[in-house]
């Protein structure tokens, strides 16, 4: 045993001209094999066959034990050896990830062997095509197989992998075959160039269409997000028309909650459960923003009823309080961790994956606005909303209680906007002036949605956050903010009082 | 019928106390004019004579002098007046809630500023014809839309008939479509934020986040020289009281009972055969004019210029000043524009993280507390100083209208 640790130092020590000290210390737990030993030390060979049958005799040799060893050997290695030794344990690992349990693990490795262009990886890499039931896998698999055929010496297999490649739609493949579209030769040459080219115009309309998908499902996203705060905004706009502008402060609370509620998680419970803390944060954000917005309505919108233009200032005020709290207490960025089981995505065909954080934000509006649906269409304390909305005196006349309808609307609306600040910082960071990105956008929302009916708001929110979006890559974010503004300008001459009102015989409306 | 000759009687009674009513009114308003005539001359006198003579005394040492420093940070102030009363002339008296008289603001100061900056000609850091920014930015040519403000009659022109055009554009927009209150609040103040990314953006040629600065002179005069500064200082006084006299002018007008009209009941007026829109326009248009000029007077005295002067937060600061100083009252807005600011440079001086809770604090205590402002406030006081000293002269008050109760 002691003979063999020899061994391996003196070759160790062959190999490696720097940090003799350290090669004595950290000689590998268990020693390689003779065979192996004289693989590593060929790897450094100025032949290039040799160094390769050198990769391939180690990678086919090799599991888990060997990269452990690999993985010392490169600390103490010289520069030459390490980049050699970094081939061959990126080979190794991902041949031996092929065949892990994880269907994501399996995918990424067979992503990585595409740039590495080894060629000895096809006959693995078609191994585990053969074997392997999972579609991306697969989808993985072949690409990489064809994206290493690409730098085939036969032209013939060239072309096929090109034009498969072409088929695949790969985005991984673009630039290598743009380069087999310049090459220049002998007619077979030629063909191949040919089909490299059409290959990539496939893959590049491709691109064009799956990123108008990203688009539409980022500005969708993007208004599932305004349209929880214009939710809450619309209908205490069209109960009391007022303007809260604190509203975006409201989400910030929210957001602040949450990020609370992740700091209690990590200080107070084990680590297993910290998963959870998110369900948690929901009700409690809608809660805090709730409670706050309780106290805002009875401490200074009551007193201010039928005066909407000082509501509006008196909450900015209150809004700059806020704003400023926050930056006091909590300083200027703070970001929180999305639980694991929002993290990643699912993809739904080639080059377009939909985040499970969006996906959630986009449900969550969903059932958000099922939930205010019911709540105001199909019970009582909705109705009688309902009908303050519709004729404040009347209803009061009637025997319904306006003042208190007021404070658990503005509650309810105000709760809306901590779930909206909630959702927010699963794609963004919690920072004090959070509320005034949202701000004016959502009160466009309001504004050309009109009040009184759900239908104007949710449509304002997806045109306006869709057009968000949808301008952002070809006007950038500023100019496409600016037509927006014009755009709703000149949509208000049309529509004065939004897309829907609530039809009355008033001269006002 | 006996009742009906009571009857009669009674309204002849009602007749009398309400012409002597009428004629007391009148006298108040009279006596009121003269008290105000008073004041405009007295400050005038004081803001324009006494003092930039106080300030060119050669006796720096004693106590009464004023700094160069305090005299510029007045004409600042004075500048944000001017850009007050066109808030109050849309605000307090026609009822119009805009949220982006900054932009205006705006238009008129970079208006200027670039004259200035085009002015700097080689004394710049890089020592270029052009602006240093665009060093900076590799801009290698002078953008077209700067060419014509080499020329200061072009730039001062321009500092006022930008806003006017496009306040003209927004205006007629906005109120034809009956755009109003929280709508039109709303509508502004988008306009405020897309205002201020654009002149953030660099590519629009106009300095990005820092602006135009590092003046050096104004049609040959240095702007570091206190006779320079004094001279904008004077200048911007006597546009004040242009101001306020065009103003009180408007306000006192035909037209000007029509916009409080509006402000009151704008259904009534339109039904009374008005077009609400052409009046609110005018007076629009007038307020974007105002807060061009205030701006094209800010930037020579201030030095500098830049996007955050423009925002959405300075855009609603300046809705508080009138709030505080009381709106719907020109006086006022004048007042509450100096003492704002006054409190502001003092406090973000010595506690800069006070300030926005100060400002917010404002924004609730004028609104919630005394929504006339201070001239409210001082109106509440006399009011109840005139009717303690009465009743300490016993003499008989002036019948309350409804205190008599007519059939």
Known sequence: MSRMIRLILIAAMSLLPIGQAAGEEQAPATPLSAELQRAVIDLTSDDPSVQEAAVARLVERGDRKLLAQLEELRLTADRNLRLALKTVMDLLRNKLNLENPDPNIRRSAAID???????????????????????????????????????????????????RLGDLHSQNALPALKELAQADGDLQVQRVAQAASHASEQIETWATWTGAIDTVFRGLSLSSVLLLMALGLAIIFGLMGVINMAHGELMMLGAYTTFLMQEAFKTYLPVNVFDYYFLLAMPASFVVSGLFGFVLEATVIRFLYGRPLETLLATWGVSLILIQSARVYFGDLT???????????????????????????????????????????????????????????????????????????????????????????????VEPGLGQNYIVDSFMVVVTGGVGKLGGSILAALGIGGLNKLLEPSFGAVYGKVLILILVIVFLQWRPSGLFTIKGRHAES | MPNHEQHGLRTDKVMDAAKSRLEEALNVTKQASNVRGLWFWTIGVVLLVVLPLLNALPFP???????????????????????????????????????????????????????????????SVYGNTLPDFMVWNQVKQLPFFWMPFYSFGFAAVAAILLPILFATIFGFLAFRSRIRGVYFAVITQALALSAWLVFNRNETNLGGTNGLTDFKKVLGFRLSDPGTQRALYILTVLCLGGAYLLCRWIVNSRSGKVLVAIRDGEQRVLFSGYSPANFKLFVFVVSAALAGLAGALYVPQVGIITPAQIGVLPSLE????????????????????????????????????????????????????????????????????????????????????GSQKAP
């Open chain 2, 318 to 401: 300046m809705v508080i000043w009138v709030a505080v100083g009381g709106r719907g009252t020109l006086i006022g807005a004048v007042l509450g524009a100096i003492g704002v600011n006054w409190a502001r440079s003092i406090l973000t001086n010595s506690f800069p993280d006070l300030w926005p809770f100060f400002l917010g604090g404002l924004f609730l205590a004028v609104v919630l507390l005394f929504p006339e402002g201070c001239v409210g406030i001082y109106r509440r006081i006399s009011s109840a100083w005139g009717a303690f000293s009465d009743k300490l002269r016993k003499k008989p008050l002036v019948p309350a209208p």
């Open chain 2, 61 to 123: 040492e004693s106590w009464w002098h004023v700094s160069d420093f305090m005299l510029n940070r007045f004409g600042k102030f004075l500048a944000y007046a001017i850009l007050a009363l066109g808030i109050d002339l849309i605000w307090g008296y026609a009822g119009i809630l805009s949220l982006g008289h900054g932009v205006f603001f705006g238009l008129g100061a970079y208006a200027l500023g670039m004259y200035l900056m085009l002015s700097i000609g080689t004394e």
């Open chain 1, 335 to 429: 970001s929180v961790a999305a639980p694991t089981w929002l993290s990643g995505g699912v993809q739904v065909m080639v080059g377009v994956q939909l985040p499970y954080n969006r996906l959630f934000i986009i449900a969550l509006a969903t059932v958000c606005v099922m939930g205010i649906y019911l709540l105001l269409f199909r019970s009582v304390m909705g109705l009688k909303v309902r009908a303050v909305m519709q004729n404040r005196d009347m209803a009061g006349c009637l025997g319904i209680p306006t003042r208190k309808v007021d404070a658990y609307t503005f509650a309810f609306g105000s709760g809306l906007a901590g779930l909206a600040g909630c959702a927010l910082t699963l794609i963004g960071n």
């Open chain 1, 113 to 163: 062997f595409g740039p590495l262009g080894k060629p000895l990886a096809v006959p693995w890499l078609e191994a585990a095509f053969a074997r392997e039931t999972n579609r991306w896998v697969r989808y993985s698999l072949e690409e990489s197989i064809n994206l290493i055929k690409l730098s085939n010496p036969d032209p013939e297999v060239r072309l096929a992998a090109a034009v």
